[in-house]
């Protein structure tokens, strides 16, 4: 189709300064729908650090034979790689070189730390009064922690959400799979669309900034605006302190569900779904306040029911009842589920190193100009002399003289 754009964003170049994920899985989500990403490694460090499995992720089996390393993979698909020293006043030059021919330069490190390095905001916009300077903290570019070090699990803790979790008895606990990187890269990733949005009315760019703290405390804002309404703090709940029509049961097969039930209509439907339509008008449970006030019983109840059949069975009742419930599924599960391969969510990739395989899609559709994971993860510096050359011109001599000094 003429004028068919192979992503929303194609024909944007952005210049990567991001390491970890809160940066890279934001960027990543602009290169799947079609923004060219540069991204800039530190030749002196082995580049992004998250290039070699995290002491964690080893542990949970992340660590593959084939040294394809799924957190790099995930947030730096699609992109290029150039290593370059920053540290270095050549390094430096082609930064700014290359920054001028941008529409955006993205970087999470520390306030203050790429002004030191002449590389921050007002010595860029001289360059280009265009560009979109976003930048990802920790805590944000104000205020008296603006320039402490801080990371997915620092955050979860400090945004609250750590408060919140687990049953009442239990310690605070993180979140796995950096939740707070995450939504952190999903309004980083906003923040900067927005930006390009207002650019092409305005012609003029602007400073992006988002915090991992802030994406915590966005997470979280029903609940934190009832904290700020009522001075009140919200109670950890387990399961026999949770709504009873709310809550997780696990089934004969040892699988577990959950039901979310609101509305008057679907106690009845739920009773006869579990062959057990005396409890329709069981005055212990009649109405949801007496549900609530005798909810230990009807948990016990409850989880009696549900120990007698399999997970699927019961899911196959619930829904042909149209009761709400979904089982609680393990990642395999996930990955087998038609909802998420058919939508998308899960999709099939060609990898260099693992030939056919599963990858994470997008997960904003659009019908004309749809994002996709195009190309694998670079290597180190895969693209160093292809963009030098051929973006800012320089010789391959002035390529291998800059690697001589160290400059790339």
């Known amino acids: 189709m003429e004028g068919r754009l192979d992503g929303p964003l194609e024909g944007i170049r952005i210049l990567d300064m991001t390491v970890g994920q809160q940066g890279p899985y934001a960027t990543v989500m602009l290169s799947d729908m079609g923004a060219e990403v540069i991204k800039v490694e530190d030749p ?23 040294g394809v390393n799924a957190y790099f993979e995930t947030n730096n698909r699609n992109k290029q790689s150039i290593t370059v020293n920053a540290q270095e006043d050549e390094g430096r030059e082609i930064l700014l070189r290359l920054a001028g021919m941008c529409d955006v330069f993205v970087h999470n490190r520390r306030p203050g730390v790429m002004g030191r390095l002449g590389l921050g905001y007002e010595s860029l ?19 008296p922690d603006a320039g402490m070090r801080g990371i997915d699990q620092l955050a979860q803790a400090r945004g609250g959400i750590m408060s919140v979790t687990g049953g009442p008895e239990d310690a605070p606990s993180w979140i796995p799979g950096g939740i707070a990187d995450q939504v952190g890269g999903f309004l980083l990733a906003h923040g900067i669309v927005l930006a390009l949005l207002a650019r092409e009315r305005t012609g003029v760019g602007q400073e992006v900034n988002t915090s991992l703290l802030g994406g915590q405390i966005a997470l979280q804002s029903w609940l934190l605006q009832g904290s700020l309404f009522t001075g009140k703090l919200p109670p950890k709940l387990g399961r026999q302190e949770r709504v009873p029509l709310f809550n997780t049961y696990q089934a004969r ?25 005396e409890l329709v008008d ?7 306040d007496k549900r609530l006030e005798n ?15 399999d997970r699927d069975t ?12 979904a089982p609680v599924k393990d990642y395999v599960e996930v990955a087998e589920d038609p ?21 994470l899609g997008t997960p904003i559709q659009l019908g004309d100009t749809p994002g996709r994971a195009r190309t694998a993860a670079p290597r180190l510096g895969e693209h160093t002399e292809g963009v030098l050359t051929g973006l800012l011109g320089y010789s ?4 291998e003289g800059f690697r001589t000094r160290g400059a790339i």
């Open 314 to 325: 019961w899911m196959q009742l619930l829904m042909k009842a149209d009761v709400m419930a």
């Open 282 to 288: 069981d005055a212990r449970f009649a109405s949801p």
């Open 396 to 399: 391959a001599g002035e390529v």
């Open 125 to 143: 916009k001289e360059i280009s009064p265009a560009i979109i300077y976003a930048s990802a903290s920790a805590y944000g570019s104000k205020g």
């Open 44 to 66: 002196r460090y082995g580049g992004d650090s998250m290039r070699v499995a995290r002491p964690e992720m080893v542990l949970q089996g992340f660590q593959y034979e084939s």
């Open 339 to 359: 909802q998420a391969t058919e939508n998308g969510y899960i999709t099939d990739f060609n990898h260099p190193v693992l030939g056919a395989t599963k990858v």
């Open 295 to 309: 909810k230990g019983e009807l948990i016990s109840l409850l989880s009696g029911i549900f120990a007698t059949k």
């Open 253 to 277: 097969d040892g699988k577990w569900l959950t039901l979310a039930i609101m509305g008057r209509a679907f106690w009845p439907r739920l009773c006869r779904a579990l062959d057990a339509p």
